[in-house]
Each structure stands twice: as C-alpha cells, then as structure tokens.
C-alpha cells in the first residue's frame, strides 16, 4: 500500500490535539508512523496548524497519499497548489519562475483572506463580549429593580402594620374609658363694667397763719 499522510490523535477527552504524519498506509491509525511533519489543534479559534512546509510538499512530490481531512490542511497551507505547480514544471508547461511567481501571487491573496477571516471573528468575539455584557448589566438592573420593589412592599406593609395597630390601640382605649358627654350650659355674658375713672379728691387749701405784724417801734419808746 502507497504512504499516507494522515492525522494521528492525541490530547484527552473532548480536547483533541493531532499530529501530522506520514505513516505506511497498512499501520493502524494511531500506531507508527515514519515521520512527523506538523501538527493541527481544531479546538483553538481559528484551528492552529504548524506544518513543515517543504517535508510535506517532498513527500507529495514523492506519491504520499493524504486523507481527506489531511488533504484539507496541505491545500490550506499551499502545498498541493505548490506541487501542482511543479508538476506543471516537470511537464514543461511552465517555467520554475513562472511557478514561483504564481505560487507567490496565491500566497498573498490567501493571507489577505486569512487576515480579512481574523479580522472577522475577532469582531464576532468583540460582539459577543459586548452582547453577554449587555446582557448581563440588564439582568443586574433587573435584580436591582427587583429588589426595590420588594423593600419598597416590605416597608408599606410595616407602615400599613404600624397605622392598624394604632388605630386599634386607640379604639381599645376609648372603649376601656368611654367619656360622658358634658351637658352645654349657657352662661349669660357678663356685662363689661366701663373702667371706673379714677376721681381726684379735691385738694385741701391749708390756710397759713397770718403772723402779726411787728408793732411799729413807737410803742417800744413809750414803754421805755
């Protein structure tokens, strides 16, 4: 049976991780293999593939058969077109230049297209970020609001509580000590007495003794 190129499995569970063989076709799967060229991890986004380049395109050039998923990873990296190329060449079809030009021309616009294809999911990540972001603000504010609205009922209800039982203490009081109407009695308005003016009592004249008159010096002579 011809060689293949194949993938060889390792890693765990759920988390595979390939190596890129080269392996007599009639060995099992995962057995021996003649040689290793590359390896390719399909869980990382996008998939990881480090491939020996000119190994691979040797042993093509050589009549290794790949497997499908093989073949899919060496048309990827360029290495079937390359080897169509350079069949091209040995048939005369072209020149190694000319081949070498082509295969440099196709190189650049598939690293534009891989580079558009990053540019791509890293906007969708980015996107999906900012979506599970957002979303998880709203289911946030969400609670918040939730939250809210329950102390908000809560303390309602102890107001409410609060009001009741009030109410009822003062209705237990006023039947513990009901209070008798008190009888209206009209009492006749007191007539307002004028300020009395005060009277002045009339001021006593005082009379001052009239003194008499010294006697006119004469009368002293005459005694003398």
Not at 133 to 156: C, F, G, S, T
């Amino acid at each position: 049976m011809p060689t293949k190129i194949r993938l060889s499995r390792h890693g765990k569970t759920h988390r595979a991780f390939y190596h890129i063989v080269v392996a007599d076709g009639r060995a099992p799967r995962d057995g021996r293999f003649i040689e290793k060229i590359g390896t390719y991890n399909p869980i990382s986004n996008p998939a990881e593939i480090e491939l020996n380049f000119d190994k691979a395109l040797d042993w093509v050039m050589k009549g290794a058969q790949p497997t499908d998923t093989a073949r899919a990873i060496l048309s990827h990296k360029g290495v079937m077109h390359k080897s169509h190329l350079l069949k091209g060449v040995l048939k005369g079809a072209l020149t190694e230049v000319e081949a070498e030009a082509k295969f440099q021309k196709w190189l650049e616009e598939k690293e534009a297209k891989i580079a558009a294809s990053r540019s791509g999911i890293d906007e969708k990540i980015r996107a999906e970020k900012k979506a599970l972001l957002d979303a998880e603000i709203k289911v946030n504010e969400d609670r918040a609001a939730e939250i809210a609205k329950v102390k908000a009922a809560k303390i309602d209800a102890q107001v409410k509580a609060a009001q009741e039982a009030a109410a009822e203490k003062a209705a237990k009081e006023a039947a513990e000590n009901p209070v008798a109407e008190e009888e209206v009695v009209e009492t006749p308005a007191e007539e307002v007495e004028a300020p009395k003016e005060e009277t002045k009592a009339p001021e006593a004249k005082v009379e001052t003794p009239k003194v008499e008159a010294e006697a006119p010096k004469e009368e002293e002579k005459t005694k003398e």
